[in-house]
Every structure is written in structure tokens, then in C-alpha cells.
């Protein structure tokens, strides 16, 4: 950005730090800022008058969302800085021109996206997928009806039954659905929680409270510890100010805010502040260069408003399944529609035909059946700690083939923690457990003792009180990461802290600034009453240079070029491994020269500060969690590719990837080729190396296809120190690949990959509001294991919904068939409409069911993420097997029975056949068997129902064996086992509702339904034990 460039394009863009994906308009400025002379803090009320804000509607371009910003506003001097933004460092604006500029710019905050209406989501969940094939069915049904009544005086009341049972399984799951669903998109009632209230602003050099909306860019304005910013802010004025900016990118350690730009990206500088992020130390003043959509967050929040959500793997094949049906089923009945006219039936006839044809292909009882599974599975891996918000992302989990996971506080346990020290010329490594008893430390050695407690005085963290009983690594502490982690490790091996603190009174202290890198205190010496020791802990290049001696086996010895080499061998062997290295030194203050009573004054020392003691290193990290490196080599034999993106350091992000396994043993990338074989890393071929580690200005710089390559060619990849926008574009890439992939992130920051992904997966303990809402699914413990535990269960619902539509979908034959014989063979109806909804929705349903429980077949793990193209939910040869092979089968041993029953009373197949019609007229009281037996019309009624009640017990008898088969694909029932309680408990109630349809009384005058003799029940027996052959 040009620095001449005025304030009219400077606001009209909201400069080069501006969103370029935003167009505004702009009709200049007033003259430059008046001033008051008053000085005085005026609490002005919020104004209450309502405004009209020229702002030209917002254009979004997603694509200039993703790009990084591109400005300068934090390296100009800031001078220049005012200048171009027409404000001045002590006067402030004045209040016309910033009300002015309130009216071109609009409030300070972030534009609501446009929402869809619960109605609208309600009425999705009611009319989208398979919920349209059996709205079609319902409607079908009472077209027939109006058909049929047309027709006849007193009609068959089968079809309105039918339509209206299928509009209440329409509504009832559909209701269910959006009740489970209804609060997954909520995303931006989170980002308005970060939005200040008020924010501290001077303006005509006088200082007042305002609405934070009321902010406009050139403002200056103050803030304290416990605030909240109420923009991008460049700071211009610091004293101990500290930010945390864990809403914005998950990392919870305060950053220090000064006025020095210190680096050339602006989210790395520690002279700019963003908007919603928490003041946690200090005061600081600065001014306003981005508000609104403007700023950091603005941005993030558009971006994760404005991306599409992908759709799940489960919602496509379904819709698929339901594409083929109504083919199939048009297919069916125009075909059948031209071969009745054919055959000479009337028009309205064939039409009826026609609708008991098509709902004979509907199964009415999957969407219930499919909903209640997903719902069981979803509260079982409730139960293992993810909670999962959309249903059909259960099963999307499980066909992952890509996990960009965070790396603090899910592959780490988000908790710093001593990894090892340097002492005595060597390097012990530390117990990182949530115990730390298994600590490897020579306790003995005086230098050890020395450096002990060098950190244990020289640390400001102390523990909440009332957590006596808590276990030391899991006490709340106040105080910063580092120092907690330090405070908790010494009281694991040096016990009481306090104790000791309280022995060795701190007499001043010089706090830890980022211009000297150090932390100073003395303290009252317990061992040796009436004299003092001083303590310095800080980075350990600054320590080292204060020192003149270092302790070695508990003897002070010169601090020789040796132990300075020593010192920086053991300084890169723990920076090497990623991890955060601190610096410890003691001085034992001359009495004479330092009596007891003696003035410490910290603002002008009158105490050394060179000439100190070297005691040794300690270094800290937040160590990966235990069950991490097993769940990571659990997805690579899973066919699974773990990537880390995060926005930490590269040498500490690699460092915990070679840890946990996501980079593998032995496995080096470009960087450790180079290294080993001592040349330049451009004398390294890519192809050498099997792992590689690309940081975020790397990333920035690579083309499309060139991301698209490392994504495809390494299957152990890390990206480090990325932004929003490029861990979204990661994400793209990865499924632009084809891949499905699921992003794990807890901050504001990863709100739009978490929407992006196919299964976003938030953290339920460290994870933001935002994070969450725009999550399909929540870790309640932030462990990648239970990532892990989430693919083994998506997995498993994949096979068991399977099986589910294999036991399921036979009931298209079933119930097909005995109508195609009643029309073209004119015998009396086989299958009545009632007993068409028990066969779905009464017998079958709970045995379908309890296929959710079905464990896992052995090998789950251990195949490579299905392919989504061949390996679908449903199949043609599926459909083949389960249609034209078991379901034709149970339908002949259905017929099979109606025959035998109809033969018992006296009509034999070669009379049944073309009676129909004679049947079926109630003015017929004389109807003759084969054996010249008379039967009145309610005679034949009685053993029409009958005929209804064997050809649903045909059925159950053969879905028995048939749910025996569709327990297991892979392996043998033997292998497999009849261990599936629930499976027992559906059949067993099957059977038993079977019973109660025959044998309960009235059922005759109710549903239709008949008593059996035993012998009928049999009837079905060696079809049965054929369907397995």
C-alpha cells in the first residue's frame, strides 16, 4: 500500500489491510481532527439516536477471503501511520469527524450472513431425501382412495391407512431429525459473545467511554487487564501488556504487546492487537486501524459464514438409494400400467394397480429404521467421549481417508511441562506423565539442589488455594504456562513450595520484560540466616552472558570457552527438540557488602546483575498425549493420512510429529537429509525425502497444483505456523483430491476449515464457542484417540447400515410380488395393505434395528477407507441378492403358505386361480369349492385374512435365517457369533408380535389378521433353510 495513499482511499478500502473480498463506498472526509484542551475522563452515555450508515452493500469474494492480508499499517512509522489515518496520538479524533467517518464505515461490527429460516430447516428435514419417496407414497395412496371412493359406495379403507401411517413416519423422523440437528449452524451467535460491550476511547483529547459499535478507524484508545479489544489496534504505548489470542488461534500462552514491530507478518509482530482478543496483563494505548469486517476476525467470521458445508457421504447415498427406487419404480408401474390395458382392465382399475405396484417398492420402514441406528450410534460414541451433532456424520467419519488434526491440546496435552534439564554437563530427561514419579535426576548433586531452587524462587505461579487433595499436575494455577509448568514439577520433586518460599522470603523482584529477557528476585537465604541470594531465570543466551562461573558437581568453576560450547551444544540438542529452554543462575550477595535490612532498589539496581553463577537448563514442552502415537498408527493401518497443521513452530511442530508418529522412525525430511549429509538443502532431491514440513510463508507461496502435489505425493506431511485462510485452502486441497477429510481445531481461527471439512470435529474442553458451533462433532475430551474410536464407529455403522438395507430392502419382492400374482393369475389378494405396514413397520423394524449392535468383524481396522464410488451403502449387486434372490425366495415360501391355506379350506391352486373377481362380490353367498362346498362372502373374508396372516408368517419364518446371514460380510457366522443380545431380543419380539396378530382376539375385525394352525407355520420351513444356498 502506497504511504501517500489518503484517507478517502484509505477508508474506502480500509486499507491494504483491509478485506479485499469487501467492497465499500466512500464520499470523503471533513477537515483534519480539532482539539479540546480538556484532559478530564468524560463517561459519556451511549448514544441513543438512531443513525442511517451509507455503507454499500457487502460483495463477498471467498476467494480474496483466503488470501493473507497484504499491509503495512504495523511496519510504517507510526507517525505516518496517524498521519494517513487523519488522527493524532494524544488529541485522538475529533467528534464530528469521527461521526462522519461512523456514518461512511458503518458500526463496529461484524454483518450478520444470511440465515435460513427454522421453517425452512424443518420443511428440509420433512421433504428432502427419503422423506420424498414416501410423501410420494402417502400421496399415491390417497389418490387411490379418492379412486376408489369414487368408484364404490363403501370402499376398502386399506389405502387411506396406508397414506396416513406414511405421513406420521414422514413427520415423526423428520421431527426427530431437526430436533437433533437444530443447533448446528449457529455460528455466528458465537462470534457476537466476542464483541466488547464499551471500549475507553479519547477523542478531542478528552477520555469517555462509548459502545464499542461506535469505534471508527483512527480512533485511539485504552485498555486494561480484563478487557477486551474492541479492534485491530497498532500499539503504541505498553507497560506489562499482554494478550491472550486464544479466541483467535488456540494457543493459550499470553503473548507480550510492545510498540516495536518485531516481525514482517502482521499476525506474528508483537505491535498489533486484534479485535475480541483478552488483555490478560499490563495497560497499553494504540490506534485503530481495522474495525468490523475489517478486522482479523472479521474476516475468519465471514469466511466460516460464507463456506459451503460439504455434504455428508450418508446424505448422497441415500439420496442415490432413493433415485433408484423411484426409477425402478416408474419403470415398473408404466410397464405394468401398458401390459394391464393391454389386457383389457379399465383405466381406473390398472391405475389402482399401478399404486399398489410402486408402494410395493417402497420401504417404509428404512427412514424410521436408519434414523434410530444413527441415533443409537450417536449416544454410543457419546459415551466414548464424541459427541456428534449431525447424524449422518456419524457414518462419514468412518469413510475418512485424510485427518488434519490440530496439534495443542489434541495430539498434546495442552499443558507445558518440564521435559528436561541441563546440569552437570548432561541432559536428564523428565517424567512428562500426569504423575511425573518416574522423574530421572541425580537428587543428590549440589548443582541440582542449586538449580532447584533458582526455580522455585524465581517464579511468580502459585497454586489456587482448596486443591490440597488434588493431584499436583492437575492443580489450577495463577500464573503463566511456562512458570505453572515449572512451580508444579518442583513440587512433585522438591515437595512444599510455599513452605519453602515462606523459609526464603523475596525481599524485590525485577519482572520478566521482552527487553531484557530476564527474571530477577533476592530473597532472605534460609541455610544461611542474614544473607541474601539473588535468582535470574530467563532465556539462556541473556542468562549465560551474565555469568561469569558456572557449578559443576557442586564446584563454581570459571566459565571457560569449553563449558560455553558445552552450554550451546546442550542449548541446540533440547531446541532441536522443539521444545522451550530456559536459563537458571544464582549469586550468593557478599554480607558485608549486603547486610540484613539492606534498601534493594529495583528501579535503579544497586545490586549485580553480572558476575552470576551458570546453575543449568530446563526445558519445557507440551508433551503429547499417551494414547496419541497408538491412535496415529492405528489410522496409518487403517489407511488413514494424519496431517498436523498448526500454528506453532516448525522445529517444535515437527519435533512432536516425529513423537506421536505422524511422522514415522527413520523417516526424514529435505531439512535432516541436508543436515546429515552436511550440503545445501538445494542439493536435495524432493523424492528423497518421506516426510516434509511446510510452513505457512512456504505455503503462501505455492500454486494450486503445487500444494495438490505435496498433498498427494507425502504421506507425512506437517504445516506449521499457517493462518486461517491457508488451513482452509489445505483443506481444499485435500479434497480436491478426492479425499474425505475430517479437521480437528479448537480456536476462532479454524471456524471455516471446521465447516469446510466433510466432518468438522471440535474440542469440548479448550474449544471456542465458535469451534463448536460450526462443528459436526465435539471431542469431550480433546484426545485424538477418541478420533480414532470415532473412525472404528463410522466404519461399523457403514457395515451395519448395510446390512440393515440388505435385511430391509427384501421386503420390495415381498411385498411386490403377491400383487403381481393377484393381477395377472386374478387369484384373491395374498397380502393386504395392513399387513404390508406390520411387515415394515411392526415385525421387521426392531430386528433391523438391533443391527446397530452388531460388534465389529475382525479386520475393521485394518482395511483401507472404502472406495465411495464402488463400495456405496447400497449396490446393484446388493439390490440383485437381497431382491431377486432372498426376497423372491421368501416371497414363493409366503405364496407357498397362502396356497397351502387356502387348499386346507377346500380350494385347491387350479380353483383359485381366476376367481378373483367372483371373490371378491359380496352378492355372492354360494361360492363352491373344489370339493363342492358352499362359502358365503363373510366365510371367504375369514379365509381371505387367513390367507394374509400365513403369508406373514412365511415372511418372519425366512427373515429368521435371512438377519442370520446379514449379520457378518466378511466372516463366517462362526467367526462372527450369535453374541448380539439386542438381535435376540428383536427377533424374539417379532415372533412375538407374529402371535399376537394371529391369536389376540377381535384381530379378525380390527387389522385383518386370522388364527394359524401350527402346521402352516412350518409351511415356510425349507424355504428358509434354502435362502443360505
Known sequence: ????????????????????????????????????????????????????????????????????????????????????????????????????????????????????????????????????????????????????????????????????????????????????????????????????????????????????????????????????????????????????????????????????????????????????????????????????????????????????????????????????????????????????????????????????????????????????????TAKRMAKKNCLVKALECVETLGSTTVICSDKTGTLTQNRMTVAHAWYDNHIYEMDTSDTQQANVYNGDSQTWKALSRVALLCNRAEFKRGQESVPIMKRETSGDASESAILKYTEVVCGNVQLLRSQNKKICEIPFNSTNKYQVSIHELAESPGRYVLVMKGAPERILDRCSTILIKGEEVPLTEDWQNAFQKAYEDLGGLGERVLGFSDYLLPPGQFPPGFNFDVENPNFPLTGLRFCGLMSLIDPPRPAVPGAVAKCRGAGIKVIMVTGDHPVTAKAIAKSVGIISPGHETREDIAKRRNIPLEDVRASDAKAIVVTGSDLKDLSEKELDHILSYYNEIVFARTSPQQKLIIVEGCQRLDNIVAVTGDGVNDSPALKKSNIGIAMGITGSDVSKQAADMILLDDNFASIVTGVEEGRLIFENLKKTVAYTVTHIADETLPFLIFIFLKVPLPLGTICVLWIDLGTDIIPAITLAYERPESDIMLRMPRDRKKETLVTGKLLGLTIFQVGIVESLSGIFTYFVIYGQFGFRPDKIIGLRDIWSDSSISNLEDSYGQEWTFAQRRLIEITGYTGYLAGVVVTQWINIMMCKTRRNSIIEQGLVNYPLMLGLSVETAVLILLAYLPGMANTLNFAPLHWSWILCPTPSALAIPF
Not at 230 to 246: E, H, L, M
Open 1 to 376: 500500500m502506497s504511504k501517500q495513499m489518503d484517507s478517502r482511499s484509505t477508508q474506502a478500502t480500509g486499507g491494504s489491510y483491509a478485506n479485499p473480498g469487501f467492497v465499500h463506498s466512500s464520499d470523503g472526509y471533513s477537515d483534519s481532527p480539532r482539539s479540546t484542551p480538556s484532559e478530564n475522563h468524560d463517561k459519556m452515555p451511549a448514544t441513543k439516536k438512531k443513525r442511517r450508515f451509507r455503507v454499500a452493500k457487502k460483495k463477498v469474494d471467498k476467494e480474496a477471503l483466503k488470501k493473507e492480508m497484504d499491509m503495512d499499517e504495523h511496519k510504517v512509522p507510526i507517525e505516518e501511520l496517524a498521519t494517513r489515518l487523519r488522527s493524532d496520538l494524544v488529541r485522538g479524533l475529533t467528534s464530528d469527524f469521527a461521526e462522519q467517518r461512523l456514518m461512511e464505515d458503518g458500526p463496529n461490527t461484524l454483518s450478520p450472513p444470511k440465515t435460513i429460516p427454522e421453517w425452512v430447516k424443518f420443511l428440509k428435514q420433512m421433504f428432502l431425501g427419503f422423506a420424498v419417496l414416501l410423501w410420494a407414497g402417502a400421496v399415491l395412496c390417497f389418490v387411490a382412495y379418492g379412486v376408489q371412493f369414487s368408484q364404490s359406495d363403501h370402499p376398502p379403507g386399506d389405502n387411506l391407512y396406508l397414506g396416513i401411517v406414511l405421513v406420521a413416519v414422514v413427520v415423526l423422523t423428520g421431527s426427530f431429525s431437526y430436533y437433533q440437528e437444530a443447533a448446528s449452524s449457529k455460528v455466528m451467535e458465537s462470534f457476537k459473545k466476542l464483541v466488547p460491550q464499551s471500549a475507553v476511547v479519547i477523542r478531542d483529547a478528552v477520555k469517555r467511554d462509548i459502545p464499542a459499535e461506535e469505534l471508527v478507524v483512527g480512533d485511539v484508545i485504552e485498555v486494561k487487564f480484563g478487557d477486551r479489544m474492541p479492534a485491530d489496534v497498532r500499539i503504541t504505548y505498553a507497560q506489562g501488556f499482554k494478550v491472550d489470542n486464544s479466541s483467535l488461534t488456540g494457543e493459550s500462552e499470553p503473548l507480550p504487546r510492545t510498540p516495536e514491530c518485531t516481525h514482517q507478518n502482521p499476525l506474528e509482530t508483537k505491535n498489533l492487537a486484534f479485535f475480541s482478543t483478552n488483555v490478560v496483563e499490563g495497560v497499553g494505548r494504540g490506534i485503530v486501524i481495522a474495525t468490523a469486517d475489517r478486522t482479523v476476525m472479521g474476516r475468519i467470521a465471514n469466511l466460516a459464514s460464507d463456506t459451503d458445508t460439504s455434504s455428508t457421504t450418508m446424505s448422497r447415498e441415500m439420496q442415490f438409494f432413493v433415485n433408484i427406487i423411484i426409477v425402478a419404480s416408474i419403470i415398473m408401474g408404466i410397464v405394468f400400467l401398458i401390459a394391464l390395458l393391454a389386457l383389457g382392465y379399465g383405466f381406473f382399475v390398472a391405475f389402482i394397480f399401478l399404486i399398489g405396484i410402486i408402494m410395493g417398492n417402497v420401504p417404509e420402514g428404512l427412514l424410521s429404521t436408519v434414523t434410530v441406528i444413527l441415533t443409537l
